[in-house]
């Protein structure tokens, strides 16, 4: 499928209407249920759910949805496509219930297993994150002015790590340790990628269970910044390779080329 410009902020208006949707029920007194996996699920869950698929099957009718919210498909339907958008409506469920404002809408393409477009917008302070492959990542502001952004250098000295607000843990605290200490920058949801993208922070660990959904989008992102989504072996994250939508435990890392396998051998 051709990525151009028109589509690129066709995707980042419908992550709007879906922050839209989003911010209605924000505010109100909503129920919380429970998923089969025990993770929460809210009415804004839904409402983003309903107003993303409606809107992409409409743009691209030939082109499969996958979201989080989504009855679930067996691989061996899965297999089969070639490209299909990957939907995480509401990235962040926890924290919408906390009121910290740290949640995000994702939509991203995937094609031959790899992110191609990823969009994420941020309900609260209206900001939007989007890259497509081989055209650099970007940053919208809640003025609508558009900005490139890029990863940062890391240097020894001083290391800035995104840290999960509600999924920390105990590996996480021993990478912390090996590090010899470094400024820990807590927040939910996919803002941990969008840091490393934007060039405030020099990695996010993952030690914990995540899926496909919640780290496309960014992925797409933090790739064209300049970085990478690897897993514990530096290996690429990729999308629709088997029957589980689990991701592998992994990195987001600002500079490729700095050394971060000296701090994890006795961690894995």
Known sequence: ?????????????????AASRILEIYDTDFAIESKEDRSPLT?????????????????????????????ELPYSERRQWS??????????TREFIKHNGEFTVNIALIEDH????????????????????????????ADGITESIKV???????????????????????????????EIIAIGSSLKFCLVAEGKV???????????????AAQ???????????????NPIDYNTKESLLNPEFLVIADPSFNWRQYLDEIK
Not at 83 to 92: E, I, K, R, T
């Open 1 to 17: 499928m051709e990525i151009n410009q028109k589509l690129i902020e066709e995707i980042c208006q419908i992550a709007s209407q």
């Open 43 to 71: 009415a804004a869950d839904l409402a983003a759910h309903n107003t993303i698929c409606k809107a992409l099957t409409e743009l691209t009718p030939e082109i499969p949805v996958l979201s989080e919210e989504s009855a």
């Open 83 to 92: 490209a299909y958008w990957l939907v995480d409506p509401l990235d962040g």
């Open 114 to 141: 790899q992110a191609r477009l990823g969009v994420i917008f941020v309900p609260v302070s209206g900001v939007c994150y989007y890259a497509a492959k081989s055209s650099g990542a970007f940053k919208i502001n």
């Open 152 to 182: 940062k250098k890391s240097g020894i000295n001083k290391i800035i790590l995104a840290g999960s607000r509600s999924h920390g843990g105990e590996k996480q605290q021993a990478f912390i340790k090996r590090l010899g200490g470094a």
């Open 202 to 216: 020099d990695i996010y660990p993952r030690f914990g269970l995540t899926s496909e959904w919640d780290t496309a």
């Open 220 to 234: 797409c992102i933090v790739e064209e910044a300049g970085g990478c989504v690897v897993d514990m072996d530096f």
